[in-house]
């Protein structure tokens, strides 16, 4: 069974940083290897948001929202995923969930991702 789980969320003042993990558990290295990873956000009354993606050849997309900001990252020795946020800002606030599929576009869009996390918090004061 395929479980990704988040960490790292948390509450900070505008302009400050988080850094958010995502370990996927019922993968081999092999099988993580072969997955899109990235992160959605959604805030309350919002729509879902996409906010990047890194691909298994490493090749990263972002939403406009957050490019020049956030960092993503991934490690495959250790079925792990990273955001690295920077220059918060409110409008940051969010839940947070990491996601894996075949397709990149697929986790940047509005459908849902074969697997997804139970989410972290993430709320930005200014």
């Known amino acids: 069974q395929v479980q990704l789980v988040e960490s790292g969320g948390g509450s900070v003042q505008a302009g400050g940083s988080l850094r958010l993990s995502c370990t996927v558990y019922?993968?081999?290295?092999?099988?993580?290897?072969?997955?899109?990873m990235g992160w959605w956000r959604q805030a309350p009354g919002k729509e879902r948001e996409g906010v990047a993606t890194?691909?298994?050849?490493?090749?990263?997309v972002y939403a406009d929202s957050v490019k020049g900001r956030f960092t993503i990252s991934r490690d495959n020795t250790k079925n792990t995923l990273f955001l690295q946020m920077t220059s918060l800002k409110p409008e940051d606030t969010a839940m947070y969930y990491c996601?894996?599929?075949?397709?990149?576009?697929?986790?940047?869009?509005?459908?849902?991702?074969?697997?997804w996390g139970q989410g972290t918090q993430v709320t930005v004061s200014s």
């Open positions: 890194v691909s298994v050849t490493y090749s990263t």
């Open positions: 996601a894996a599929d075949l397709s990149c576009p697929t986790i940047l869009s509005s459908r849902s991702p074969k697997y």
């Open positions: 019922g993968y081999t290295e092999y099988t993580y290897n072969t997955y899109c």
